[in-house]
């Protein structure tokens, strides 16, 4: 089974955590939009229009076959057992779930430094209400994520390992790609708080260091952080 990924070209954003996922099991999959040959930008316009009755509100959109499965978590939620990164048993699916929606928390705060007014306007426009949301995210919002996490790798009975169980989750991947932007975006208040929390600093080096992670992040299927992302890197938000 081949999948097909549609995600804006040009930037990572949220279609990113599902190509870790992707990368990580090995599995075949087409970037439609990046790839001529799937149809590119065209290909994804045509399916966002597609006026059906269960269409996806936005991408990133996972086509499993005769299968559209719209929002980043959803698809994660899919594609888990079938890849083998989805834990050992339902109970650790769920929480593997549950690990992955509190990603997307941080993930929609992150974005909302940098367009805290509209995502319509352009940053140049929501300059004085992006510094004061940034340095609320960086005082109080960074710190309470990540220590979070921390904490449930502290606690984990399997180890400091990984967030589920004994096995390498989604979850995983996907704290491993909120870190790397998180140190794209904030670097200077990224270091401070991954400092008090080894569990997650040790974490994101050693998914880094995975085989096939590794060989993604060195190709160039794997697009630079830019500012059109959601992590963005505009140093007066980094305090």
């Not at 954003?13 to 939009?33: I, N």
């Not at 698809?75 to 339902?90: K, M, S, V």
């Not at 367009?115 to 510094?131: C, D, F, G, R, T």
Request: contains cysteine.
């Amino acid at each position: 089974m081949t999948y097909d990924l549609y995600y804006w070209p040009g930037i990572q954003g949220r279609g990113e955590f599902v190509r870790l996922a992707l990368e990580e099991a090995g599995a075949p999959y087409r970037d439609v939009a990046r790839s001529d040959e799937a149809g590119g930008f065209e290909a994804l316009h045509d399916l966002l229009a597609e006026d059906g009755p269960r269409p996806a509100f936005a991408c990133p959109i996972l086509r499993d076959g005769d299968l559209l499965i719209g929002q980043t978590a959803a698809i994660l939620l899919h594609l888990g057992p079938r890849l083998d990164l989805a834990g050992e048993g339902a109970a650790q699916a769920i929480r593997t779930h549950q690990m992955q929606l509190t990603i997307a928390d941080a993930v929609n705060e992150v974005h909302d430094t940098h367009h805290p007014i509209a995502v319509s306007l352009p940053y140049e426009e929501q300059k004085p209400e992006a510094a004061r949301r940034a340095g609320a995210f960086r005082a109080e919002r960074l710190p309470a994520f990540l220590g979070w996490f921390e904490h449930v790798l502290a606690t984990n009975p399997a180890g400091p390992g990984q967030l589920v169980g004994r096995r390498l989750t989604y979850a995983d991947l996907s704290l491993f790609q909120l870190v790397d932007g998180l140190r794209y975006a904030f670097p200077a208040a990224t270091a401070r708080v991954l400092a008090g929390t080894p569990h997650v600093a040790a974490l994101h080096a050693a998914v880094a260091r995975r085989p096939r992670v590794a060989a993604y992040l060195a190709s160039e299927r794997r697009e630079p952080f830019n500012e059109h992302g959601i992590f963005r890197r505009y140093p007066e938000l980094d305090g």
